[in-house]
């Protein structure tokens, strides 16, 4: 079950202490970041960035698979004072606290949250969905998380909402259609006019392949005669009265339908999946 909406501003307003302490950060110290080595991770340490520089703070950032004791040993060793973990840390709480006490430390994270950590560290700022009784691995991405924190630290970091959608896919959140928090960041997203929202086909590579390709490779839905084979994704467009080949003689992709054609498409491959 979806988060509450008193649960997601409860979620919000827990961004605030940590967004002050960051401004807090002097200037002239450079902040580690580490982000989490998947297309969310990278995501998330991408809007983290521009928040910084638009803080015109320096950083030192690392990509990593994992958060294990190796690499908190050597964070440890480093000289930083201030670490920012993004898409990664929640998992890691408790080794946080034991490799890096003293440190001013934020995680802005949507994993599940360590157990076996101390519930009392002044030094961590732990920006979690679970905490509120979000799900983390459907309801909100990491790079959702960080959306909303750069928000907090300046509204203008609004014109990052793509980026934060581009984590949720990258999770697979999409898979059973967007949760109301990522809806939220769609509705941003658009209105900052970085994306725009259209029902649709869901095919893999519907900007990059042609028509008859995207139904041949069908990964979301089996379509009889047509999946598995490209001599039946052509036979099936052109019985459906769309020509497979565009005015210029090469394969046509979805983005050259007419809206009528789409209708034919659609409507065709319900009546063969039925």
Known sequence: MEGSGKNFEDFLSSMKEPAEELRKVPACETIRLISHL???GISAAAIMIRALNR???????SILQQLDDKQLISLSKEQYKTL?????GSGQLSGIQKRLPGRKIFILDHHEIDRAASNEDSS???INPHKFGIEGSTEISGAGVVFFFARELDPKNEEMAHIALIGAIGDVQEEHGFSEINRKIIEIA???GKVKAEKGLKLFGAQTKPIHKLLEQSSDFFIPGVTGSESGAIQFMQNLG???RAADGG??????LS???MKKLVAGIIIKIR
Do not use: G, V
Request: hydrophobic share 35%.
């Open 55 to 61: 803080m015109n703070r320096k950083y030192a950032l």
């Open 190 to 192: 658009e209105r900052k």
């Open 242 to 244: 769309i020509s497979p």
């Open 84 to 88: 920012i973990f993004t898409d990664i």
């Open 38 to 40: 998947d297309s969310d």
């Open 259 to 261: 809206d009528e054609e």
């Open 124 to 126: 961590i700022f732990h």
């Open 251 to 256: 394969w046509k992709k979805l983005s050259a």
